[in-house]
């Protein structure tokens, strides 16, 4: 029987623009209905960053507040992701909006290279960010750009820094980080698999290689991520028309894999989530 996955739409991000693709939605409103089309298209997790008006991201608890309002009233059930993500603010300005209990929040636990900065993450705000989801009860998906950050959402759900079980999510393809290469990708699966049995994990590939990772994951029992943040393109030539058009790439190659797009219920139920109010 085709077992389900679980497709997050990662609608916006904090580095594409409307010059890169007009589809990026950037006001609430265009984000609210991205993530509609996406929904109605078959994705059942919405990662979520915020953008001023001018296209700049924030981290603004505000905006984020009323997002995830538009996100409820038209998408029931979906599970809402949000993002405390370094591009966005820094300090402890990147948790400001894990008081509103969304779903499920992002977080890097160890540092790396991305394309033109060093990602910091250090050790206080991780388990700074850590404890805030804690005390509101906020699901963690752990941002796997290197080993080290498995080893390291390992460790601190042993010792109680974070809650169990794990949901990790495997970044490849970003420059100056992780490249996108099959065996390592086998190796993150089979250590987390390893040393965390009750983990889930989800795969993302960015640019191009958006749709390898997504096969990758289906082929070995994980969930996958699409959408503009990491990728605005169908092919070479082609921009992605919108983050559905993304998502219905994914939904076409499960059946290749004995996969199909979880539900809702399936999709909470599956990482770990309370039921949908
Ligand atoms: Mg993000």
Redesign the pocket.
């Known amino acids: 029987m085709p077992s389900p996955c679980v497709i997050t739409i990662?609608i916006t991000?904090s580095v594409p623009r409307k010059a890169d693709n007009p589809a990026v939605p950037i006001s609430l409103a265009e984000q609210i209905e991205s993530t509609h089309e996406a929904f109605e298209a078959g994705a059942t997790l919405a990662?979520c960053?915020v953008r001023n008006d001018d296209e700049s991201p924030t981290s603004d608890p505000e905006r984020f507040a009323r997002l995830m309002e538009g996100i409820q009233a038209h998408c029931p059930g979906m599970i809402l992701q949000l993002?405390t993500?370094g591009r966005s603010g820094s300090g402890r300005e990147r948790g400001g909006m894990i008081p509103l209990a969304p779903d499920m929040c992002?977080l890097a636990v160890g540092s790396n290279n991305f394309p033109t900065r060093v990602y910091e993450n250090a050790p206080e705000l991780v388990d700074w960010l850590a404890s805030e989801m804690i005390e509101h009860d906020v699901k963690p998906e752990i941002e796997a750009f290197d080993l080290s950050h498995v080893f390291q959402a390992v460790k601190m759900s042993q010792d109680g820094r974070l809650a169990k079980p794990l949901h990790v999510q495997f970044v490849m393809g970003v420059k100056n980080a992780m490249p996108v290469d099959r065996a390592s990708f086998e190796f993150f699966v089979a250590t987390l698999t390893r040393l965390a049995p009750d983990a889930t994990w989800t795969g993302a590939g960015i640019g191009k290689d958006q749709i390898t990772l997504n096969r990758w994951s289906l082929e070995l029992g994980g969930h996958c991520r699409t959408g503009l943040?990491d990728n605005v393109r169908l092919d070479r030539e082609t921009l992605a028309p919108s983050n559905a058009a993304l998502v219905k790439r994914v939904v076409a190659l499960c059946p290749e894999f004995d996969r199909r797009p979880a539900t809702v219920a399936e999709a909470r139920s599956l990482l770990g989530l309370r039921a949908a109010a």
């Open positions: 990662a991000g990662h960053h993002s993500g992002s943040e």
